[in-house]
C-alpha cells in the first residue's frame, strides 16, 4: 500500500514568508508526528497528534510554528515569518495505534525548505 | 532528560568487511532502543528495535544490535556489508509513555567501498 507522503519536496522561500507543509500519512494510522532535520544534526521532534486527543506540542521551537491535523487523516505545518535557521528537512512519520506506543515509526520522504 | 550520542560521524569500509556503528545513550528511566536507515534519497526505514527480552536483536538486509543496559549502548553491527549498504544510519530512543516520540542521534554515514 501506499507509504506515508509529503508535498512539496521541496520548497524554497523568502524570509518572512509564511509556508505551508503537507502530511498524508498511511491510512488507518492514528499516530502522526512531526520532525525538523537540520543539516548535519539528528531529527528533532516537533508535535505528535494521537486520534482526537490534544497534541503534543512540546517540541514546537517558537510560536511561528503552528500544526494542525483532521481527525486520523491529512495534516498541516505551518511555519509563519519564516527565518534563515527554519531551513531544514521537515520530515512526517505516522504509526498505527498500537506501535504508537512502541516506536515503531513509518517516515515520509521529507520536505526540503530552504529560506533565503 | 533523553540523549543519544553517535561519534561516529562517517564509517569508511570495504565490501565485504564486518562493521559496527556505535551508539550510546542516557536515560533515567527504560527505554526503547531503535535504528533507522535512510537510504539515498528515499525517507527512514526502521531497521530493527529492542522493546524488552532478548538483548540481541536481528533486523532486516543482515544486521543486529545488541542492548547493553549497563554501558548504556545499542551498537550496531553487520558481519559482511554490500556496496547496498551505503546510507546515513539513525540511532534513536523512546521512553513509550503517551506520546512516545524518538530522540535521535545525529546519525552515521556508512559509506561500503569496492
Known amino acids: 500500500g501506499a507509504g506515508v507522503s509529503q508535498s512539496p519536496s521541496n520548497k524554497v522561500t523568502e524570509k518572512g514568508k509564511d509556508v505551508e507543509l503537507r502530511c498524508d500519512p498511511i491510512s488507518g494510522h492514528t499516530a502522526l508526528y512531526w520532525y525538523r532535520q537540520r543539516l548535519g544534526q539528528g531529527l528533532e521532534f516537533l508535535i505528535y497528534f494521537q486520534g482526537n486527543s490534544a497534541p503534543d506540542k512540546s517540541g514546537l521551537p517558537s510560536d511561528r510554528f503552528s500544526a494542525e491535523r483532521t481527525g486520523e487523516s491529512v495534516s498541516t505545518l505551518t511555519i509563519q515569518r519564516t527565518q534563515q535557521e527554519d531551513s531544514a528537512v521537515y520530515l512526517c512519520a505516522s504509526s498505527p495505534g498500537t506501535s504508537a506506543l512502541l516506536g515503531e515509526q513509518y517516515f515520509g520522504p521529507g520536505t526540503r525548505l530552504t529560506v533565503t | 532528560a533523553q540523549s543519544v550520542t553517535q561519534l561516529d560521524s562517517q564509517v569508511p569500509v570495504f565490501e565485504e568487511a564486518p562493521v559496527e556503528l556505535r551508539c550510546n545513550y542516557s536515560s533515567s528511566v527504560s527505554v526503547y532502543l531503535f535504528w533507522y536507515v535512510q537510504y539515498p534519497n528515499q525517507g527512514l526505514q526502521l531497521l530493527l528495535k529492542?522493546?524488552?527480552?532478548?538483548?540481541l536483536v536481528k533486523g532486516i538486509n543482515g544486521f543486529e544490535a545488541e542492548f547493553n543496559k549497563s554501558q548504556t549502548s545499542f551498537h550496531l553491527r553487520k558481519p559482511s556489508v554490500h556496496i547496498s549498504d551505503t546510507a546515513e544510519y539513525f540511532c534513536a530512543v523512546s521512553e513509550g509513555g503517551a506520546t512516545n516520540k524518538l530522540i535521535f542521534g545525529t546519525g552515521t554515514l556508512l559509506a561500503v567501498q569496492p
Open positions: 529492542y522493546l524488552s527480552g532478548s538483548t
